[in-house]
């Protein structure tokens, strides 16, 4: 596709639950980024893939939070035993090299509700 | 730790005007800086990137000017549309290319 593809769009869940969330990145693009963005405030950075290798997971907020990305392309957010204040739009970029200086192209987001 | 402010959380003005928002960080130390419009219900759309070593980019009606030293940066909108209203982003780049953002302005250009 043209751009960064996200699904679900929505997901809705019960506390305790476990979700994945799956980015498809613009196709050629090395580098991935998954955000959080809560109501009324910016994305927060949550992991940095280089290729198939998290290159910076310093945003994940706890080790209910896991990231893969196995081949390099496609990646999915992981979140166990899922908490109300998980409930956020998780976004997806992606960049050509991942170097400084790039755009990140974001994708539409999933927005996660945790009963 | 990099804190990414703006100002204002909201601006309402009439169709045509001319209108500046702000953006300030507390780290200097910056590779780059971008400014993404977000619409509601929707992801981002990058505006304009500005690398740390330059001091403005233009893209049509908009200007974003960046001013390391001091931690500032603006976004110039000339002759603002109703089109134009959404929220917008401010975030500086790091050097894994992570992206610090601010909590954005929300724009409401009223026809």
């Known amino acids: 596709g043209a751009g960064v593809s996200q699904t679900p769009s929505n997901k809705v869940t019960e506390k305790g639950k476990y979700v994945e969330l799956r980015c498809d990145p613009i196709s050629g693009h090395t ?22 290798g998290a290159a910076d997971d310093s945003g994940l907020p706890n080790d209910r939070f896991f990231a893969v990305r196995p081949e390099g392309s496609v990646s999915t957010l992981k979140i166990q035993r899922t908490e109300r204040g998980d409930s956020a739009v998780y976004l997806c970029a992606s960049s050509l090299l991942g170097s400084d200086g790039e755009t990140q192209y974001f994708g539409p987001g999933t927005r996660l509700l945790v009963l | 730790k990099q804190e990414v402010t703006q ?105």
């Open chain 1, 31 to 52: 580098a991935l980024y998954w955000y959080r963005q809560s109501l009324g405030q910016g994305p927060e950075f949550l992991i940095y893939f280089q290729g198939t």
């Open chain 2, 7 to 111: 100002i204002p959380a909201a601006l309402s003005v009439p169709e045509g005007e001319n209108l500046v928002l702000n953006c300030s960080f507390t780290d200097s130390a910056i590779y780059n800086l971008q400014w993404f419009r977000q619409d509601p219900g929707k992801g981002l759309t990058s505006l304009l990137l500005i690398q740390s070593s330059q001091r403005e980019q233009t893209s049509g009606r908009l200007n974003a000017s960046l001013d390391k030293s001091s931690g500032r940066s603006t976004l110039y909108i000339a002759a603002s549309q109703p089109g134009d209203s959404a929220t917008y982003l401010c975030a500086v780049g790091g050097s894994q290319g992570n992206l610090i953002f601010g909590k954005g302005t929300k724009l409401s250009v009223k026809p």
